[in-house]
Each structure stands twice: as structure tokens, then as C-alpha cells.
């Protein structure tokens, strides 16, 4: 919850599809684009882009951007626009800055010799500032400050020498790829084809999924009528897809009306392992979503598990901040043995109101957001699970509304570590003098906030539960296990945490 | 889950509120109407509409209205308007009809001899048609096809020859609630005065709250800011007012800034007991609210432990369709013994989506809206809580989607009875042909929505676990006991249920 | 030009629309009334509004009103949901107090206890405040405070005893004239039949039109497709209609499918003139509309020669303030002898630009809307034809302008008397101590705008140049002359100039 | 008119403006920018985009674009936002292809090793094609179509070999110059200077403002606050600026806070004359223009006078299609001794109304545009003056409606010659099939739009009617006759006329 309140956020969510077959199909590819982004909109509000091709030679590319939700940003107009593609790129952008222009959103595309290449992409690059200057040094204006329009650039760029009449886009991404470590999940869409690349260590997540009839969704039956490719497999579901594989750490695939071919997998340095964002699991992904073969769900609910292992209370009720805790709350619940029962309500309602904050606004705060199901724990020691705190500014007047409505005691348990460093990746997180963590009442948060006591789930414990499931899982899909072989085969960006980051940052 | 999907829902919710002493005073009216307002939004999300008076003589009236969400109908320049009140009503709308115009949003104000008067209303006139020609009779054209215009021409209708120099609004309400029984909660907003009246049988809801200053909300201390009227109590905490008590069935009550007065309770016929609308309490109601001195969280907590008495199921899980569902899933859950699990994860960014249906995605339905935790009940028998199922149209897919992510049997448990009657007081309901319950199909409605067995609450456990609470409340509360006199203290409006409407029906 | 800058403006336009024959026809009445009133959109800006009946027992009204322009208040989904209507009656509404809502648009639709009524007019009742306590007293509440809504009440309160089975409208129309003698133009829609009202003594235009094949719009041929009412001629053109005739003062005209009948002709008291508002003639009115059997440009022209008449001018060159001015100045330059020249170049873009003014461009003021055409009249002495000067504040930097320009002199001549009074007759005029001519600045206009010379035309030149036209039609119309017998046949309503009101103000 | 009804249209205005003296000033930019551009709206109005600098060292640049009017694209918030200039550039965009997005507007801006450029131009690259294969060939992606990316990319592409710490933009503009001969008018805005940059053929306008106290306009002195370039002189006196001079063909010329410096005249090839496009006076530019020291209205007006001496007529009266060709036309009365009069009443109201053609409506056409002034010429023979014909097919139905309304011969002069050839060079006109000229028609125009006679202005009468007021200047006004040596000191484009192109057409 405290994310969602303190403008911690992903940046993005990428989206591709393409119809396989003969063109054109019955598959209709703007809809599967619609549809897929709208499962991602839990990575970004701010604006959504489509870009389409209709895959000929020359290729026609059809674009339309929108500020807002997908269901805002693409009307039914945009939707016919956009019905000529026989493939397609999306994406939906998580304002990091509070500026937010059309002009930034993805995807973005570009005129180049070989003709117009799409590019979206999830993440941020760790070494932006250095390869702006090599490209603006070439001699190039960039109108953007967006990464996008960057790697779209780098791509373009490669000295044509090593091309002869067709351009060679693997050597393209490749070349990117040598020149930045991390973090992207990239798509490029070129005439006919996607390439869908992860950055190296993995950073952020990519998945692929194949679209087949509905009526034999869960069928054994090989029919194929398109792929998809996207930031998690929750898309997959809404239009009708079957999960099929993630993008390894540092694979080239292309996706192309024929199937699903690997390219290439650009190695780690030796001995680097991968570096999956663990915060994907903790609060971005959607609880449905499937990484490295587990469910998200799970590994919160193990989360929760953990932290009552960790940090037992002695209590009489269980809860959650609604609505991303649940998990871990019930978790907490089964392994602590304590009854779990709801104790805040949600006003789904509550928006932008244009009050003029006055004293009594600011008081009452987060009682317009949330109602105290006061019977529920009227008289009663309750452990309140979150999934994290980063400011401690929001947990603090839910403590207060618990105890005002009867609550004798409210013990706090957060299903994560305590964050203390930015992230250079693609997270928005506040500044460090900003997180609650690295402030002097820290030391005695639970008096700050309010709370009866305060504990947090530690490093180890949340690394455990993310990567006991991995463990389980690895006979079962050698596909992952072998195909990376430089450096360990599981790792996870704890670098929010610890201040261990997965490359050197050299700015 | 079913009403959300079928269109059924309450027509409005009302607010009033009165700055208490000396005006102007500190408390922002515009603000703690809009906060109010904003409370009740799931009562009404298609209009918002605010009129606030200061006072004076003559009174100043300013009204604002405005389409779709208050945060939406209430921008910055209208909250500027309003600032001039020291008292105002307001009221949020659904759409009954699919006809929607701004001209058709109450508050309705009208000029009258004796100055403007406003009015909002929630609820439905059972004889408005013979209201309406009686006025009309009377040479009154009537501009929209609203019920709060009917009320607001007849408040001033009534002969001139029983006042002299100064409008006696009391009998004209009294003369109004002698015209018509039911359904209606009515604020009535003159110069400086709201007049809260609720109907006879007390169909709809109307209570009473008492702003207090933040910093003494939870003290015993009796500073009062303000009077606040609300369809529901769950609209108090979001303005930090104290529960002050409920307005009683066939009671005037008037609030001034010299506080809140009983004018009058209007008896019902004898014999005829009370017809509070029990879906109130089993869908429309925010679960934080309270009715009859109970938490309506807790009345549906009672209909699933009821439901679990009534219709025990041999399964591994309990789980709810979120998240109305979900206390009522608890509860079963707790009787049973069976543990409850997470099933399904909403997209709650699912909005209007402008594509138009083909094959595919009508055979996808839901699952652009929910997801399913497969990890959670993969290889399990799950009884799944519902609290209504009016259409039988929506929980098909959910049971298909459970099932094709491994559910074994998916067991439908309703915390409701069957909905056979069409409602004439204010909830719109399909008409009685589109209603499962009535259809042939609802003799193996199991076998037709694909589920293992279906089971609803009866009608007779439904009530029981609503009057339980109140029984066990009666001792405590004697305002409410004794101030009603003709008549039985209880009873509950189950027309929709039953087709035992609570007055005759003359139309 | 002045009238345009100062905010006067007349309040109304109105226009219906009847398909003849056996409905439906081909004529697409919705089109109709659109396009008819586009060509009305000089009488008001801020709002149209729109009702079509499809005339059936009983009929379906269908409404459409949104502010702006009809270009921005009746987009294509508005069209469509009017398609049903076989006759229609239409409004365009001017802001006349800067409050302006949508619920105060006409026309104003009411059911009553015979059907629906659909009122518009164009005017100003001058007994508006007796006849709404009136109305008020009978027990009515009044949710607007426009005319429209006290007219439709007041055809709805006609007691019913003198009426059997139908309304009798032409008596409730009739007494509707008896309460109030002026101002109003009015259609009154009821079912399948439009009823266009003039009041007694003719105040606002209204006329009628008859819409033939356009194969045959100038032929002799009599197939009619249908019939439209008008506040001006000048739409009749735009749909392709013939000009039919005028409703005559105090005539009650019925428009059905069958045609056009003269139900009745209420008289004036006796010896009282008419009172056709002149400064239609002098302003209001679009140039090729036809009045009283002249066109309004012809009577500018005329009115610009009695001004080279009475007000001859020792100078080089003629021009205009464009472009309301230009015909007065081209009869001033026939008339005078003197070459007509163009000095001023209009920025028709120029619109609400939201410049917080400073003193720059408080100073530049009227630059950013007129450029000079300096090679014109450098050197040379100007005489400036306006239509008229209200405040005085607008002229005055336009002369600066052509001064700083090259112009050696610069006279002003206003081809209408000088504004003294206020207007209770539905024109919006600023207040008396607002009007140049009331202020002691007027003792020296010249000096105080910067002219060489300043002359108005008389109020006997004014009404001599509108009135010769009419006179020199006397022998042609004899419909016009013979059927208004009560008073003399040719009258003018001066007040604004003269403080001589048609009839005794009462308030 | 014809221009304006076909979608024949200048592409672009641009306008800039630096203050002077030490920063910040009491001028306001962007309110100069605001009005300035508002001034040149008849240039385009799809979009407007503004770009500010603060002039500091780095510089901050603040941009706002928007599509539509300049009242439209820059409402308060965006005024606000720009409040920091010192400096600026705008641009207002007319659609050439139908194609507008928000990310084509000007002006463009790129990050460069420098720092940020901004760009604006009006014209028309006639090499774009081969310049964008170039910029690509080096690597560069380019994100949109227009030219101003283009030039913007040539502009940082220069290698840096040639320059050491800071950017040579002079050498940049110069070489962007060598590679593209015309058509542009071009605004470089870099940190605190504006370059305002015309093409070696001059071939689009722009000149240079001076801004004055507005108390100094008129006076001789010397006070000067700050400097403006735009493409049309009319800017100036909106803003209160005097008109200061052209920039030459082929001149590059520096504003700062220090003034005006002018750094370099390219020169065309040796023999070429100047080609400044001869339609910025037939119709483009605003008729208080000045243009080689002449104002537009003007040389309109010689048109018109050439044409009666070219093409005189036996006929009663002369007028004009409004408004464009009215100084041809009172030219035309002039030289020809016939009485002008107006016979068309333009509704300034009519714009998009979204009314689905049907035979009626097509049939009635222009009607809804323009009222005919009956009275002015009914029983009389017609010269009407129009500035152009393109399509032939909007001056068809104003001949029927002028016939139908009573005149009864209606000759046609147009006061510019037949266009029969494209243009390359920033003008949007018709297919070369679709021109009237290139049509069999042509050869019996009268007969084929229903005139009784149709003659054109040669193109000999045209270039003389030009050239005759420039030729009279030469002695005033050296500065131009002696700054560009190269070739001939007169000379306009007629290519569109002639098929004679400036430069050859490489493509």
C-alpha cells in the first residue's frame, strides 16, 4: 500500500503480438494489443502507445498515442486505426517525473534507411547519461529525454559497413547490447518481425505466450493462431493465451508469423549472476503473473509465511492493508495460527478531489481512503501486515483509525525489508533522505508510527521465499537451467536493499 | 459480484449538512459535502449534485451539477462556488434508466412564494403516477420525469389558506408523507434549514451524524462543528463526525445551526410493521455502515456462517468472488471449517474498453476482469461464495475459468435467496423474465451454469441473520424502540424475495 | 461594431420546422432546424437547443440543448437522435447576465395533463415578476428564472373547466396574451401541430417560410415540402425555403402538415402603433434578412444617405467600421460623393486569448484586432462610418490607430441616434450610467474619443429611413396592411433612444 | 475564396522575439510570442508551439504545443508556463496532408552536444527527400516527417571537427544552406540568440521588428525594448513593434539582447533572380503586409485595376466574393468607372456542422455560407471579382445563387491568373487533375460554372501589378537593392502558373 500512496512505481509495461499464418488472419491484433495492455496497467497510468505494422514491403506502420488509462487513451476510432496491423508493439508508461508529455510516450518510432524500426521498452538504462553523449557526439539531436528514443537511435547507428542491402537488426541489438548491461526488456518491431531481448542480468521481466482457439484453451492441441510477448503472463489470460516461455536473461528472440525463434543469449560477465528485480514479486507484478515458474501469489503468501516465522506476535487477530497484503496476510495467518479477519474497508471511489487541503482535511487524511470495520476488531490486539514501508507517512493514520475504533493494540509486520537506496533500474522510488529508513526515528519507528511494535521481514527471509520455489521447480523446466550458462543460473536485484547493485555504476 | 454486472444497484444517495453556531464558521460545508458525497459514491456514480444556501434573508442559494464521479461532476471552480454555504444538500445518482441528462440531477430547487426551497431524495414514489396527474390536474406542467421534482411541486402546492405571512413546511412535509407511503429518504433544504424526513416504513436509510472537532473525535467531550445527514453512517468517518443516531421511519427531523430537532414521527397504518430494505444489507450498503445499531459487515459475515448451516458442502477450500462477497465468505468459512483461500485476483483498471465484440472475446468474457491464483486451488474442490446470482449470466465464466485452471468441483454457495419480484422503491432490478429465478433453466440451474451444485440462503435465514443483531441490541438502544409506536419495531422489506410488497400496490 | 464589443445584443433566435404531407417524408426535419438555426446564430452564442415531435398519439418528444455555437452544441450523435422528429422547434440563446446553464437553454418542455408542450420564444416579458408571483401563488414552483418556463407554466395553468376532452391551446394562448402585451415571438409545439405567436404590438421579428424542391426554389410551382418559422428570413435562404409571409403582431398562427392557418389576431388597445424593434433595422438583424417587406441592408444603405444628409463632411475619403458598418457607409459615400475607401483590416481569428493584461497591451487594445491599411488613407481625411457608439470606449483607439497611421483628420458619423435608456423588451444594453450619451463626457464626444468631429443621426432621420421603405410597399401588401386594423398600421419601438415605452412599465 | 474552400493554403507562419537589454525585462515574451503569433493565424491553423528560453548559461527551454487555434492551444496554464523567456520562437502549422499530430508541430527541438536548438520554419525543402536519405545514411533515426526535423538533424550533424569548445552555428547554417538551395524561412534559437535565416531565392517571407515603449510607437526615437521576426509585418502592429526590415535572400541574421546583427548573405548561383513567391500577395499574406516595401492590400488592388483594363466589361455593377478579393475588386470599380456594390452576405458563423449530406443539402451548398443582398443588383448585370479559381466548383453555386436571386448576367474576373502546375516550395494546391485550368472544362469555363463570361489576369498583368510598386521604391530604400549582388534584384516565383520551378527538381 505505502507504494501506491508514495509514487513508488514501475515504469512500464511492454506488449507485443503477432498473427501467425498467412496474412491476413482472423486474428484481430489491435484488440489482442488492447486487451493485453490493459492486464499491464497495474505498470503505468500515464499514457498508453500502439504502433502497428501491416507486415508488407514496404511495411505501413499505424501509430496512436494517448495520455491516461488504455480505456482512455485508445477510443474506438484509435481501435479502427488500428486494425490494419497484422502485428503490433504497446506500451504503458508510469509517469517517473510528474512531466509527462505525448511526445515521451512509446512506443517510439523511427525512419532509417532500412525503413521504420518500433521500439518499446521496460527498464532504465544504468549508463543513459554516457550513451547520450556518444550519440549526441555522432553527430545526432535527441528530442526526447527518454531511453527509448536512445536505444532507437543506438540501433539506427551501426555503421552500415558490416550491412550490405538488408539491414542486420541481430547485430543491431547485439551491439546495444554490448554497450549497455542493463536494464531493459526490449521490444523492436521491423516490417514483419518483433525481437523481444532481455537485458543480460534479467532485470525485467518478459514472457511469451501463445494464442490459441478458445476452444482449445486448455486443450493438449498444437493450433496456433498468433504469439504474444509481455512484461508478465496476467496478459496471457485476458486474451485467451497459453503461457509458453520467459525470455532468457540476455536473449534475442524473434517473433515472427512462422513462430518463435531464439536468436542468440548475450552472456554475463563471468561469474555475474542474473539480477530479476525481487521487488516484481514483493509489490509490482500482479499476484497471477508467473516468474522464473512460480506463481507471484505464492511467493507472497511464502513471504508472509516467513515474516511470521521471523517475527511472531502475540495477538488475537491477523489483517491487511488492502488490497496488495492479502497474501502475505494470510500467510502470516496460516503460519502463525491466528484468525485472519478484515479490518478496513476500501472506498474504490476515491480519486482526485479538488479539495483545498484545510487542518481538518490533513487530520483526517486516509479516512476518506479507508472505513474501520470496527466490530472486527473492536477490543482486540490486531497484527496489521503491509507489504512495505518506505515513507511511513500512510501506515501512521491507519494506526490511529484502528485504535480510535477500539483496536487495544495494533502491531505492525512488513512482508519486506526495509528500503534505503535508490534503484537505477527502472524503479521510482523516493530520494534517500525521503525513505523512512535511513531517518532518525527509525530507531523507534513503532513510536513514530503509532504502532504497539514494529518488524520487517529480513533480506535472507525474503530472498528465501522467493527462491524456494525456484529450487523446486528446476528439475522440471531444464529449458531455464541450461540455456544461460555464464554465472549462477538464479539471482535477484537486491540493490534497494542492500546497496549491492548488479553492475558498477560508473556516473 | 452478480448486481455490479446486471445493472441492478440503488438510485441515489443523499447528504446534508448544517454548520452548527455563529455563521460563518470555521467549517467548510462544500468540503464536507463533497468528502460526504464521495462516501456514498457506490450508491450512485452516473451524477453528483450540490446546492448550498447561506442562510441569509433572503437565502443566497448556489447549485452545482455535473456528470459521472463526484471527483469528475466537482471540479476546482465548482468547489470555489459553493464555498458561500453554511449549510447544502446533496445527492449522487444512478442510472435507473439508461436515460441520463444533467436536467434529471437533483437537488431539485424551485422558487416558490415564499422563497426557493431544495430537495433531494433517495427512493422511489410506489404511486408517482397518480401524483404526477394529480399535479398536472392542478395546472402544474412538470418539466422532467423525476420523483424530486413531483415532491418539490408538491411541497409547494399546498394551499396558501392554512399559512399566513411565513410557509409552515412541516405540514406541507406531513401533508406529502399523507399523499404517498413509500419510498423515501428526503432532505428538504429551506433558507436555513434541512428538514431530514424519512418515509413511514423507513425503506430507505437516513441517519445522523455530529462533526466534531479532529482532535476530540474520539473523546467523550460534546464540542460540536456541525450536523451532517447521510444515507449512510460509512459517510461520517470520512469527515470525521460522530455516529449521532438514525432518523427513525416516518420521522421529520430539522437541523439548524442550533442543532437537530424531532419535529414529528407520521405513524404507519396500524398493524403494518417496518419495511427497511433488507438488500441493504446484502448488497448496496458499504460494509462499514451501520443500520439498526449493527455493522453491516458483520450481517453478511452472519448470512455465510447461516449458509454454511443451511447448505454444508464436502470440499477442500472456501473462497469468495471479490470482493462484496468476501465477509460472507469468511463467515462460511469459520462455520465450516473449511480454510478460505484467494481464487480469483480482479483487474480493477478494467473500465469501458471500446472494442467492439467478436467470437473470441465474448468467449473470453471475464477474463480480461479476473484472473485465476491457479497455485491456490489447482486439484482442489472449491466452494465458491457469491452474494447474489440475478442473471446467471456472469458466474458461468468464472466457474469455466476456475475449472480450466484446475479447480476440481466448484461448488456455488449464494448469500442470498433467489430474486423472483420486481422492486417498485427505488432498485432497479431486471425485469421478472430476465430474472434466473423465474426461468426454466433455474430448475438444474447447476447444470446450466456449470457448477457442481448450486445453493441459496433462504429466505427465512436471511432474515434471521439480520434481526438477530438487532434483538441483541434492543436493551441498548431504547431511542429506536420507543419512538415508534403503531406497529411491529422490526421488519424488513423482502418484496423482491417474496412479492409481499409492504403497501399495496394501486397502479 | 460597438454593440458587438460592449456585450448588446438581442437575447433569441427562433426557428421550427413542419414536414408537409404524409409523415414521414423525405424532408429530414432535424437538418432543417440545424441549418436553419446556423443562419440565426447572430442573435446568440451560448447555447442552442433543439425538440422534434414525431407527431404521433402520443408523441415522442425527443430533446437535445448544449452550449456554444450549434456547431459545438449539436455534434453528429445529436443529429441522429433527432432523426424521428417530423416537426421541431429550435433555439439560440445570447447571454444576457453571464449566468448561463444549461437548464436555463429553451426550449422549455413540460408535461402536462394533456401531453408534453414545448415552448421557445425570442423577447422579454415586460410583467415577468407580477405574472411570476402570479404563477407562484397558484401553488406553482418555478425551477428556472427564464421567461420560457413562466410562459409554459402559464399555458399549462389555464383552468381546465374550459376545456372537455383536448386542451384548447388557442385559448390558453390567447389568455397567455391577455396577461402579458409584450415582448415575445414564441413557437409553442404540441403534438403534431406548432403554434407562432407575435405579441400585439409586434416587438421581436417572426415569419414564415415554405420549403419547396430545390429543383424548383425559384420557380412559380407550388409543391411544398414543408413549412419553417423564423425569427429572420435569412435562414430561409440557407434551407432552401421561399419567404411566405410575416406572422402579423398579435396573430396566433397554426403550423401542421396540412399548412399554415391564421387562427386569430389579438388587437392592441386602442390608438396604440406597433412597436417593431428598431434596432433590428439598425443592428441586430443579418443584412439580406427581409423585415416589414424590406431588406435590412437596403434600410442601412438608406439610413448612411440620410446621415450624408443631415451630417455632410469636409473630407477626402469614406470607410467603415467593419463590418457591421459597411453598408451605411457605402449609401454615406453614394450620397455624399466622396470616394469609399477601406482602412481597417480585420483579424478574424482573433478570439479569447488568455493574456492577463498588463499595460502594454491595455495600451496596443484593439491593434491585435485591426491592422491599418495605411496606403489607403495617409494623408487623407477620414470620415468613419460606425453603426453606433454605446460606451465610447472602442472607437477611441481605432481613431488613435488611423491617426498614428497617416489619417490628417478623422470624423465619426453614426448612421443611428445615441443610446439613452435601458430596454426591457429582450435586448441587453449596458446600464444608463454605462451609456456615453449619459455621461457629461458626451458635451465633447469629439475630444473625448479623439475626433475632428462627431455626428449622430437624428431619431426623425432613423425612422424616416426605415419607415419610407415600408410606405413605398403599401400599395403591393395589402395582407399586411388590412388585417391588424386596431391603431395604426406603421410603428417603431425608439425607447432606447427616446424613453417612449409601447407600453406602461408597471414595475 | 476558392483558395480557402479547396484547401489551398501557406503551410506555416513562424515568429520570435528576444528582449533587450539586461535580462529579465519588464517585456513580457510570451505574451509577444501569444499575440504575434495570433497575428499570423491566417497561415495556419492546425497547431501552435511555442518554445522559451531563459538565455541563461545552461539555458532552460520551456515548451508548449497544442493542436488548433493559438486561443485554443494555449490556454492560462500554458501562458504561465512560459512566463520564463527571454527569449522565444513560435510556429503555427496549417495541415498540408490531413495528417496532424501533436508531434509535427513545430517548433522542433533536439539535445545536442552543444546543448538544446530549437527550430522553426515556414517553406518547403525541394531536396528533403535526398537530405533525409543523407542524415539516415549517417545513422540518424527520424522520428516524424516533417522538414524540421530534418533541418534540425542537419543542423547537429556538422561534423565537430570544425569547431573546438563551442557550436559554429553560423558555419552549421551556412552548410545546411549549401545543401538545400530553398524554400524556407528559418528560426534557430540557441541559448540567448534567435537566427533568423532566409533561403538564397527568398522565396517565403520574413522580416524584423523593433518593439518601442508603446507612449515612443509613433514618435522618431530610439528607445527600444526588445526585437521580433516574423514571417508577415501585420505581427507588428499587434504587438505594437515597428516594422524594422526584411531579412534578405540568402541573409543570416543574429538577435540578442544587443541587438540586430546581420552575419552573412549566401548568394545564389550566378544569373538566378530572387523567387519569392508572387501568391503571398494574390492571397497568403494579410493585406496590411508589407512585402519589398509595399503593402499587400496594395498590389490587390493594382490587380484588380489591371484586370479591368485587361478584361473590361459591359455591365451595371461590380462586387466581390467576400473578403478576400474585395481590393481587386474596388480596384476594378475603379479603373472601370461601374458602381461597387455588395451582393453576398457572409454568415461568419457557419463552420463544421455535422450534417450527413443528402441531395437537398449538396444541392443548396454554398447557401448556407452566403446570403444574397437581393435589392443591390436584382434586374442588373454582375462583374463579379473573385481572387482565384482553382477547382471551379465553389464559384458555380454563387453564379446560381445570384442568377436565382435576380441578376441577371453574372461575369466573372479573377484577378490572378489560371493555376496550373504544382507547387514544391511550401504551398498545398490540388493535384495537377484536379486543377480546373488542366480539366477539358476549361475551355468552356463560362459555360461549365454557368458565368456569361470568365476572364483571368495574365500572368504578364500579374508580375507588372507586382513589380510596378517595387520598382517605384528602389531609390528610397538601398539597403535592399545593394545587398545581395548576385544575379537580379527583382524577381517572384510564378512557378505555379508558369511550370517555370527557381531551381531544378532533382527528384
Given at each position: 500500500?505505502?507504494?501506491?500512496?508514495?509514487?513508488?512505481?514501475?515504469?512500464?509495461?511492454?506488449?507485443?503480438?503477432?498473427?501467425?499464418?498467412?496474412?491476413?488472419?482472423?486474428?484481430?491484433?489491435?484488440?489482442?494489443?488492447?486487451?493485453?495492455?490493459?492486464?499491464?496497467?497495474?505498470?503505468?497510468?500515464?499514457?498508453?502507445?500502439?504502433?502497428?505494422?501491416?507486415?508488407?514491403?514496404?511495411?505501413?506502420?499505424?501509430?496512436?498515442?494517448?495520455?491516461?488509462?488504455?480505456?482512455?487513451?485508445?477510443?474506438?476510432?484509435?481501435?479502427?486505426?488500428?486494425?490494419?496491423?497484422?502485428?503490433?508493439?504497446?506500451?504503458?508508461?508510469?509517469?517517473?517525473?510528474?512531466?509527462?508529455?505525448?511526445?515521451?510516450?512509446?512506443?517510439?518510432?523511427?525512419?532509417?534507411?532500412?525503413?521504420?524500426?518500433a521500439v518499446a521498452h521496460n527498464g532504465e538504462l544504468v549508463n543513459a547519461l554516457a550513451l547520450r553523449r556518444k550519440v549526441m557526439r555522432h553527430g545526432v539531436?535527441?528530442?526526447?529525454?527518454?531511453?527509448?528514443?536512445?536505444?532507437?537511435?543506438?540501433?539506427?547507428?551501426?555503421?552500415?559497413?558490416?550491412?550490405?542491402?538488408?539491414?542486420?537488426?541481430?547485430?543491431?541489438?547485439?551491439?546495444?547490447?554490448?554497450?549497455?548491461?542493463?536494464?531493459?526488456?526490449?521490444?523492436?518491431?521491423?516490417?514483419?518481425?518483433?525481437?523481444?531481448?532481455?537485458?543480460?542480468?534479467?532485470?525485467?521481466?518478459?514472457?511469451?505466450?501463445?494464442?490459441?482457439?478458445?476452444?482449445?484453451?486448455?486443450?493438449?492441441?498444437?493450433?496456433?493462431?498468433?504469439?504474444?510477448?509481455?512484461?508478465?503472463?496476467?496478459?496471457?489470460?485476458?486474451?485467451?493465451?497459453?503461457?509458453?516461455?520467459?525470455?532468457?536473461?540476455?536473449?534475442?528472440?524473434?517473433?515472427?508469423?512462422?513462430?518463435?525463434?531464439?536468436?542468440?543469449?548475450?552472456?554475463?560477465?563471468?561469474?555475474?549472476?542474473?539480477?530479476?528485480?525481487?521487488?516484481?514479486?514483493?509489490?509490482?507484478?500482479?499476484?497471477?503473473?508467473?516468474?522464473?515458474?512460480?506463481?507471484?501469489?505464492?511467493?507472497?503468501?511464502?513471504?508472509?509465511?516467513?515474516?511470521?516465522?521471523?517475527?511472531?506476535?502475540?495477538?488475537?487477530?491477523?489483517?491487511?492493508?488492502?488490497?496488495?497484503?492479502?497474501?502475505?496476510?494470510?500467510?502470516?495467518?496460516?503460519?502463525?495460527?491466528?484468525?485472519?479477519?478484515?479490518?478496513?474497508?476500501?472506498?474504490?471511489?476515491?480519486?482526485?478531489?479538488?479539495?483545498?487541503?484545510?487542518?481538518?482535511?490533513?487530520?483526517?487524511?486516509?479516512?476518506?481512503?479507508?472505513?474501520?470495520?470496527?466490530?472486527?476488531?473492536?477490543?482486540?490486539?490486531?497484527?496489521?501486515?503491509?507489504?512495505?514501508?518506505?515513507?511511513?507517512?500512510?501506515?501512521?493514520?491507519?494506526?490511529?483509525?484502528?485504535?480510535?475504533?477500539?483496536?487495544?493494540?495494533?502491531?505492525?509486520?512488513?512482508?519486506?525489508?526495509?528500503?534505503?537506496?535508490?534503484?537505477?533500474?527502472?524503479?521510482?522510488?523516493?530520494?534517500?533522505?525521503?525513505?523512512?529508513?535511513?531517518?532518525?526515528?527509525?530507531?523507534?519507528?513503532?513510536?513514530?508510527?503509532?504502532?504497539?511494535?514494529?518488524?520487517?521481514?529480513?533480506?535472507?527471509?525474503?530472498?528465501?521465499?522467493?527462491?524456494?520455489?525456484?529450487?523446486?521447480?528446476?528439475?522440471?523446466?531444464?529449458?531455464?537451467?541450461?540455456?544461460?550458462?555464464?554465472?549462477?543460473?538464479?539471482?535477484?536485484?537486491?540493490?534497494?536493499?542492500?546497496?549491492?547493485?548488479?553492475?558498477?555504476?560508473?556516473?
Amino acid at each position: 500500500m505505502e507504494f501506491e500512496e508514495n509514487g513508488i512505481g514501475e515504469e512500464c509495461g511492454v506488449f507485443g503480438c503477432v498473427a501467425a499464418g498467412e496474412w491476413p488472419t482472423q486474428l484481430e491484433v489491435a484488440q489482442v494489443l488492447t486487451l493485453g495492455l490493459v492486464a499491464l496497467q497495474h505498470r503505468g497510468q500515464e499514457s498508453a502507445g500502439f504502433v502497428v505494422s501491416n507486415g508488407a514491403s514496404p511495411p505501413t506502420y499505424t501509430t496512436h498515442k494517448g495520455m491516461g488509462l488504455v480505456s482512455t487513451a485508445c477510443p474506438p476510432e484509435a481501435l479502427l486505426k488500428l486494425r490494419s496491423g497484422n502485428l503490433g508493439i504497446c506500451h504503458t508508461r508510469y509517469s517517473t517525473t510528474g512531466f509527462s508529455e505525448l511526445q515521451n510516450c512509446q512506443p517510439f518510432v523511427v525512419d532509417t534507411l532500412h525503413g521504420k524500426i518500433a521500439v518499446a521498452h521496460n527498464g532504465e538504462l544504468v549508463n543513459a547519461l554516457a550513451l547520450r553523449r556518444k550519440v549526441m557526439r555522432h553527430g545526432v539531436g535527441l528530442s526526447t529525454s527518454s531511453d527509448s528514443e536512445l536505444i532507437t537511435q543506438l540501433l539506427a547507428l551501426t555503421p552500415p559497413m558490416e550491412e550490405r542491402d538488408a539491414p542486420n537488426w541481430v547485430a543491431r541489438i547485439k551491439n546495444l547490447m554490448s554497450e549497455t548491461p542493463t536494464s531493459y526488456s526490449l521490444l523492436v518491431m521491423f516490417k514483419d518481425v518483433i525481437y523481444a531481448v532481455r537485458d543480460p542480468y534479467g532485470n525485467r521481466p518478459l514472457c511469451i505466450g501463445r494464442i490459441v482457439p478458445v476452444s482449445k484453451l486448455h486443450s493438449g492441441e498444437e493450433d496456433t493462431e498468433g504469439w504474444v510477448v509481455s512484461s508478465e503472463s496476467c496478459s496471457f489470460q485476458s486474451i485467451g493465451a497459453k503461457y509458453y516461455r520467459e525470455v532468457l536473461p540476455g536473449e534475442i528472440v524473434q517473433i515472427s508469423k512462422h513462430g518463435v525463434k531464439s536468436l542468440s543469449v548475450v552472456p554475463r560477465p563471468e561469474g555475474d549472476p542474473p539480477a530479476f528485480c525481487i521487488f516484481e514479486y514483493v509489490y509490482f507484478a500482479r499476484p497471477d503473473s508467473i516468474f522464473e515458474g512460480q506463481m507471484v501469489y505464492t511467493v507472497r503468501q511464502r513471504c508472509g509465511r516467513q515474516l511470521a516465522i521471523e517475527a511472531p506476535t502475540d495477538a488475537d487477530v491477523v489483517s491487511t492493508v488492502p488490497e496488495s497484503a492479502t497474501p502475505a496476510a494470510l500467510g502470516y495467518a496460516q503460519q502463525s495460527g491466528l484468525p485472519y479477519v478484515e479490518v478496513l474497508c476500501k472506498n474504490r471511489y476515491v480519486g482526485r478531489t479538488f479539495i483545498q487541503p484545510n487542518t481538518r482535511l490533513r487530520q483526517l487524511g486516509v479516512a476518506k481512503k479507508f472505513g474501520a470495520l470496527t466490530d472486527n476488531f473492536a477490543g482486540k490486539r490486531v497484527v496489521l501486515i503491509d507489504d512495505s514501508i518506505v515513507r511511513g507517512n500512510t501506515i501512521s493514520p491507519i494506526i490511529k483509525l484502528l485504535k480510535e475504533a477500539g483496536a487495544t493494540e495494533v502491531h505492525i509486520r512488513v512482508a519486506s525489508p526495509p528500503i534505503r537506496y535508490p534503484c537505477y533500474m527502472g524503479i521510482n522510488i523516493p530520494t534517500k533522505e525521503e525513505l523512512i529508513a535511513n531517518k532518525p526515528e527509525f530507531q523507534d519507528i513503532a513510536g513514530y508510527i503509532g504502532a504497539a511494535s514494529v518488524k520487517y521481514l529480513t533480506v535472507e527471509g525474503l530472498v528465501s521465499a522467493v527462491q524456494e520455489g525456484i529450487a523446486s521447480l528446476k528439475e522440471k523446466d531444464e529449458m531455464i537451467s541450461t540455456s544461460n550458462t555464464s554465472g549462477k543460473r538464479v539471482g535477484h536485484c537486491t540493490a534497494c536493499l542492500t546497496g549491492k547493485y548488479p553492475v558498477e555504476l560508473e556516473w
